[in-house]
């Protein structure tokens, strides 16, 4: 079973009991994107952190930990209609997505149907379902992205971007 992550929501709650200081200004920057795909529209809302020189997974990031592909809080994404994603069909609506970063396997992806909450904050809500992607390797980005860089007709595929790691995760849509 994996590990909680919960060091954000400790920092959060120092931070709130005057431990630290809170800034005005998130340095995780907010961020939105939206495709459409024939008539499906999909929108991803997630706080994007930035690599400045750190090792990310298997440091900042733990191997085998369940973790939220973001910063501050849960990263969701919405479907305007039914969709399958990883080849698990999904209702429209609004779901949260987590993973868990493998050393030299699969990474687990896990769609959760509460996705208003806090960063550190899991297990919560319904898993809808648990699936297995391979990374892929790429040039450094040095701010975490998501993006379309495949959209046809009927799917497309987000990529999940940060540092050399990219995360895959094909949607189909129907007609």
Excluded at 14 to 34: E, I, K
Excluded at 49 to 67: N, S
Excluded at 109 to 130: A, K
Aim: aromatic fraction near 12%.
């Amino acid at each position: 079973m994996p590990r909680l992550l919960l060091i954000p929501a400790m920092v959060t709650f120092a931070a709130a009991m005057g431990a630290l200081p809170v800034s005005s200004q998130q340095a995780s920057q907010h961020a939105v994107l939206t495709q459409t795909v024939y008539t499906t529209e999909i929108t991803l809302e997630y706080d994007r952190p930035v690599a400045r020189g750190r090792e990310l997974f298997g440091a900042l990031v733990e191997w085998d930990a369940i973790w939220t592909p973001g910063a501050n809080r849960a990263t969701w994404i919405d479907f305007s209609k039914p969709v399958t994603l990883e080849g698990h069909a999904l209702q429209r609506g609004r779901y949260a997505i987590w993973m868990v970063p493998k050393e030299n396997e699969p990474w687990e992806i896990i769609i959760v149907n509460e996705w208003d909450t806090d960063h550190g904050l899991f297990p919560f809500g319904e898993e809808v379902f648990r699936t297995m992607v391979s990374p892929e390797t790429g040039a450094h980005m040095e701010v975490l992205a998501y993006y379309f860089p495949v959209v046809g007709p009927e799917d497309a595929t987000l990529r999940f971007h940060w540092g050399t790691t990219i995360i895959p995760l094909r949607i189909e849509v129907g007609r």
